[in-house]
């Protein structure tokens, strides 16, 4: 179900000296991001042909937003998106969401008239790609990442058009180096669409680093945002989480916990979707064959598909 996260990364030393957000601020900051969803994400979605209306409804009723606490700081991407039985959940590292908190006015019940100052007016702009990007994730359950980020740029255009100052803020803030946001990629990206030109090498920049990025997640979370990403990207996760069991430049603590996210991925895939799990083992023994896999402890349920497939 679902699929993944924003691929932006941000600038931990920059966004570390932000003021901190307590717990009454915090759900604060989520209702104004629940109302930036009812109000502009959603309704875009309703009127677009290609979106399930069963699903949509359900995902408007069946998703939450979290602050992602990064402990250890080693989480480099913006946002990740879980799915579990309970339905969806939004995780903005914590770093990005004090970002977005301490854009917009303290007082949160006078969000909608005050205009916020332009810090604000950038962060919100942001708020609402990122956000329309893990909705889109939600409600196109089989939609791949590259497909996501290109209706990203397709959203832009349409605010090019009919809200440019809208347009001019979110470019200002994805290429404001000072906030701490790294979007060089992706306003490179809208500069190509704006001329209409081609984009494959661009996007085919962004997955590889996106996926690198998902390997680094710590494993429940990855387990949890797996299920939502398109088989391409689940691909590309896994080989992600292999090379780096495979680097030498990792401590060997590092490197096997790596692998273990390598054999849980595929465990996960194989108890929800077996075809799946053929296809992507497929594609990762192609590259890496079965032997190096097959010497590691490998739980017997895996072992046994593993030889199914060989
Ligand atoms: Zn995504």
Not at 117 to 136: C, Q, S
Not at 213 to 238: D, N
Request: glycine share 4%.
């Amino acid at each position: 179900m679902g699929r993944t996260m924003l691929p932006i990364e941000f600038d931990h030393q920059s966004l570390a000296s932000l003021p901190l957000v307590d717990e009454a601020r915090a759900q604060g900051v989520i209702r104004l991001l629940r109302g930036i969803i009812e109000r502009r994400v959603l309704p875009t979605f309703r009127k677009n042909a290609a979106v399930d209306a069963v699903l949509l409804a359900r995902v408007s009723e069946r998703y939450r937003i979290e602050r992602l606490e990064d402990v250890l700081g080693r989480i480099r991407t913006v946002s990740i998106l879980t799915h579990s039985p309970d339905g969806w959940t939004i995780h903005i590292h914590e770093r990005v969401f004090d970002y977005i908190s301490f854009g917009i006015p303290w007082d949160l019940t006078a969000a909608d008239s005050a205009i916020p100052a332009p810090e604000g007016r950038k962060a919100l702009a942001f708020a609402e790609l990122l956000l329309r990007h893990e909705l889109e994730h939600m409600v196109k359950p089989h939609a791949d990442e590259r497909e996501v980020i290109l209706s990203d740029a397709e959203f832009a255009m349409d605010r090019r058009e009919l809200d440019p100052v809208y347009y001019r803020t979110l470019r200002e803030a994805l290429g404001d180096e000072l906030g701490g946001l790294r979007g060089v990629r992706y306003l490179k990206l809208l500069d190509r669409f704006e001329r209409d030109e081609n984009t494959d090498d661009l996007v085919a920049e962004i997955l590889p680093l996106h996926a690198e990025r998902l390997a680094e997640v710590p494993s429940l979370l990855l387990v949890g945002a797996f299920q939502t990403m398109g088989r391409e990207l689940k691909c590309r996760v896994i080989e992600a989480c292999y090379r780096m069991s495979r680097n030498t430049a990792y401590a060997l603590v590092e490197r096997s916990a790596s692998l273990r996210k390598v054999l849980r991925l595929f465990i996960e895939q194989l108890e929800i979707d077996q075809e799946e799990f053929e296809a992507i083992f497929a594609s990762f023994t192609d590259r890496w064959g079965v032997a190096l896999l097959l010497q590691e402890r490998c739980p017997s349920r895996l072992s046994t598909a593993v030889r199914w497939s060989c």
